[in-house]
């Protein structure tokens, strides 16, 4: 995938302290009941090794079974409970940010586009894996 060198950038405020949005975010037994965009699709599988030069790899599939694909790639700077960056399989970079803001925690995800699909379809994507991460962080206790 060619990229068109533009950010995009979605964000959620989440009611919950950093540390609990942060575990949830980074270890795979959560990442896999929230790292989808609608409830059509689920994570099977997520692999997290949460170090500078360490993978990740989620599995996404449609629940009827009809596609399915491999979202990973590798950590550039990883700063607990506050900063995330990676560089996904195409190339591409992303930098999530966790704010404290007293129980609850911002998080800011800029990531660079890709020329397969409109800016704004891939911002109403990732905005909504963000918001099902909300929803579940919110839910769960």
Not at 98 to 123: H, L, P, W, Y
Not at 130 to 135: A, E, Q, Y
């Amino acid at each position: 995938m060619e990229t068109v060198n533009q950010t995009i950038t979605v964000e959620t405020t989440v009611h919950a302290p950093a540390e609990k949005v942060w575990e949830y975010w980074t270890e795979p037994q959560h990442i896999t009941k929230w790292s989808f965009a609608s409830d059509d699709w689920h994570a099977p599988n997520a692999e997290n090794d949460l170090r500078v030069g360490g993978k990740f790899l989620t599995r996404l599939e449609a629940k009827d079974g009809s596609f399915g694909f491999d979202l990973g790639g590798v950590y550039d700077e990883v700063r607990i409970n506050e900063f995330i960056s990676y560089t996904m399989g195409d190339g591409r970079k992303v930098a999530i940010t966790f704010i404290r803001q007293e129980n609850d925690t911002k998080v800011i995800e800029a990531f660079e586009a890709e020329t397969t699909n409109s800016i704004e379809m891939q911002k109403a994507g990732w905005q909504a894996f963000l918001d099902n991460f909300k929803k579940y962080s919110e839910i769960s206790k």
